[in-house]
């Protein structure tokens, strides 16, 4: 017997499915839409979308999605339909014309793009085939015939979810941040299902009123020429590692050619509260305790691996090399991202929203070593932090990188952006999701794990907060690092550890 929340699911009124309708020979036509009109063209792929398109960019970025609930794919093919599918760039082909590619309004037939497998229910681990699941997904790619996106909707209980949703979408047709804005639109709160969902937003610091103004001044000028600094160094950085600059070689950085090759997506869930236990009482932010419980788990796992590397011998507490070079390529949306509630507003009422790929790069250097205080994982993540704000590093090389475009052309920009991030060793990422429960579709969510593959470098970490929970997510090409739930239990093990010594210090 169907439980009342999935009764609603499947009566809810809907609105028929409306898709752009246009071909290559319909192009610059007017369609009527909404009562309104509205003007359908073609129009060029920016820079950075194209370079998604090179043999060694070609990157998706994908969400897992866990669900309270059983998935009713009917439910979600009729809401797409009047949600997603109004975004131009998830209803356009992506068409080559004379060395051009340029966006082409088409017909979305749904069924191409909403894939939902046939399970045996009663399989010994779910976790387990999900987690195969997407490897193997990981090994194909969209057909460009249509429009390159698609969802798999699982019905499968796992130990974290009822059913699970995996959205996949080629990195051309937006940023990380962009494309999530986007999903998130696309869901409503479950306690009132007209309400976008809520992120937080930083709080800026109240000024102090009462300083004296010379000193105020003098404060600016040396922010200012801190700004000046930083900058000119990390920008010498990103030049000195296009040319020549890499990383020391260490058992998370991938070899050549890692970009072809499959991921293992794993992920664990803890508390975030426990995170921001941390933060109150060391005065930083998330961002920074993330990072730090990062870099303790990084060098907890690879002092293990230099350990057992050792013929015999006595166990130390340190195996580390003494100076370990090991940096993360973050990549930077340089535009302001468009908000949930523009993103909303353009699928409802066909609003005008700032949209593409504006990446710039920030090259975060992390700390592995092995330290007495565990709290000096997150003081050292913090002034790293700080420091990068005060930078322009992201809009700098993101201009270099322009400029490399404009004057040699895609090719060069591609290769220039290869070498940096192949110099590199990994990608970090910390999203922020909403505060309340909400649905996708009417299906109330467990879990958002985003990750993406197709990068050329074996690790990404993501952290995703969601309500009172943030969901590391590693994605890994296991030629590499063969163990990866062992990676991300070294991570979440270095929280207990982080959060135990500030107990234990009395900093709470």
Same mark, same amino acid.
């Given at each position: 017997?169907? #439980? ?27 369609? =009527? *839409? ?9 129009? /060029? ?27 009713? /794919? ?27 590619? +340029?966006?082409? /309004? ?21 976790? *387990? ?8 997904? !990981? *090994?194909?790619?969209?057909?460009? #015939? ?14 974290? !979810? ?6 996949? @979408? ?36 109240? *000024?102090? !009123? ?8 003098? &404060? ?20 000195? %590692? ?15 050619? #890692?970009? =072809? %090759? ?9 508390? &975030? ?25 990084? =060098? ?62 920030? &090259?975060?250097?992390?700390? @592995?070593?092995?330290?007495?205080? /565990? ?11 700080? +420091?990068?704000?005060? =930078? ?94 062992? &990676? ?21």
């Amino acid at each position: 017997m169907e #439980s009342t929340n999935s009764f609603r699911l499947r009566k809810q009124a809907l609105k028929p499915i409306e898709t752009a309708r246009s071909s290559a020979s319909q192009r610059d036509e007017e369609v =009527s *839409k909404n009562n309104g009109q509205r003007t359908c063209e073609e129009e /060029p792929l920016s820079p950075s979308s194209r370079l998604y398109h090179e043999p060694n960019f070609n990157v998706y970025v994908i969400a897992i999605m866990g669900c309270k609930t059983k998935i009713y /794919p009917d439910v979600v093919k009729a809401n797409l339909g009047h949600s997603l599918l109004r975004h131009p760039r998830f209803s356009s082909l992506q068409v080559e014309n004379n060395g051009e590619m +340029r966006w082409v /309004p088409t017909e979305v037939d749904l069924e191409r793009h909403v894939i939902v497998p046939e399970l045996d229910q009663n399989m010994d681990s779910p976790d *387990k085939f999900l987690e195969d699941y997407v490897y193997n997904l !990981s *090994k194909t790619t969209i057909d460009k #015939s249509q429009p390159l996106w698609d969802l798999h909707l699982l019905n499968l209980r796992t130990s974290e !979810s009822e059913a699970v949703g995996i959205f996949r @979408i080629h990195h051309s047709l937006g940023d990380g941040t962009s494309l999530l804005s986007l999903l998130l639109a696309c869901t409503r709160q479950m306690k009132d299902s007209k309400a976008l969902p809520t992120i937080p937003i930083r709080k800026k610091k109240d *000024k102090k !009123s009462d300083r004296i103004g010379i000193w105020r001044i003098l &404060l600016r000028f040396w922010f200012v020429l801190q700004v000046f600094w930083n900058t000119v160094v990390d920008v010498f950085m990103f030049i000195a %590692t296009a040319l020549f600059l890499t990383d020391t070689q260490n058992p998370l950085k991938g070899l050549p050619g #890692s970009e =072809s %090759t499959p991921r293992r997506i794993v992920y664990r869930t803890v508390s &975030l509260d426990d995170i921001k236990f941390v933060k109150n009482a060391m005065n930083t932010t998330i961002n920074d305790v993330a990072f730090g419980m990062t870099q303790a788990g990084l =060098s907890r796992y690879i002092n293990r691996i230099c350990e057992n590397k050792k013929d015999g011998g006595a166990t130390e507490t340190n195996n580390l090399p003494k100076s370990i070079r090991l940096r993360s390529n973050l990549l930077v949306n340089i535009r302001p991202a468009p908000g949930i509630q523009a993103l909303a507003d353009m699928m409802e009422k066909d609003a005008e929203v700032k949209w593409g790929n504006w990446i710039g790069y920030v &090259l975060l250097p992390f700390t @592995i070593a092995v330290r007495e205080d /565990p709290l000096d994982y997150v003081r050292n993540a913090k002034a790293i932090i700080d +420091r990068k704000k005060r =930078s322009l590093e992201a809009f700098c090389t993101f201009y270099i990188a322009d400029w490399a475009l404009n004057l040699f052309g895609i090719k060069a920009a591609s290769a220039l952006s290869h070498k940096v991030i192949s110099r590199t060793t990994m990608c970090f990422s910390n999203m922020v999701g909403p505060v309340e429960e909400i649905g996708f579709c009417g299906h109330p969510m467990a879990f958002l794990a985003p990750s993406s593959y197709g990068q050329p470098y074996a690790l990404m970490i993501n952290f995703q907060s969601y309500i009172d929970k943030m969901t590391i997510v590693l994605s890994v090409d296991e030629g590499t690092i063969p163990n990866p739930h062992q &990676l991300c239990d070294d991570i979440v093990e270095s929280l207990q550890v982080i959060k135990d010594a500030v107990l234990t210090r009395g900093l709470a």
